[in-house]
């Protein structure tokens, strides 16, 4: 198996990828709990998210991201073997870059800082359940 390329889906053809994709995505989501599957379930599907793919002879990783005025947030991100597709974020950010987003925010668990170069704890959630 050759080294994963990442691949931007069009949103024209994200239907015929869902599928596949959407089991990665909601096990990101269901590992946070910061949001919805079914919200950016219909936003992807919609075309205001993005579906991002890491390929090789399969799907590897699946991520999704929206872009809102100059920042762009990777909604979520789930895949096996991590350390083969995670070099391929840098073209997620030259993407947001490109498109003139000056930040780029990650949605996901703390890990995420220890394997990111350049990203930092911002903020935190803080939670009580009642």
Request: hydrophobic share 40%; with cysteine; charged share 25%.
């Amino acid at each position: 198996m050759g080294d994963p390329r990442l691949i931007c889906v069009d949103p024209a053809r994200v239907a015929e990828f869902w599928p596949f994709a959407g089991p990665l995505i909601r096990a990101a989501i269901e590992r946070t709990g910061l949001s919805e599957f079914e919200d950016i379930e219909k936003q992807v599907l919609a075309g205001e998210q993005l579906l991002w793919l890491a390929w090789s002879e399969q799907i590897e990783a699946a991520a999704t991201t929206h872009l809102s005025r100059n920042v762009c947030t990777l909604t979520a991100c789930s895949g096996h073997q991590r350390e083969r597709w995670l070099p391929l974020f840098g073209a997620i950010e030259q993407y947001a870059k490109n498109e003139g987003a000056k930040i780029m925010r990650i949605y996901g668990r703390k890990g995420w800082e220890r394997v990111l170069d350049g990203y930092r704890a911002e903020y935190v959630i803080l939670e009580k359940g009642l």
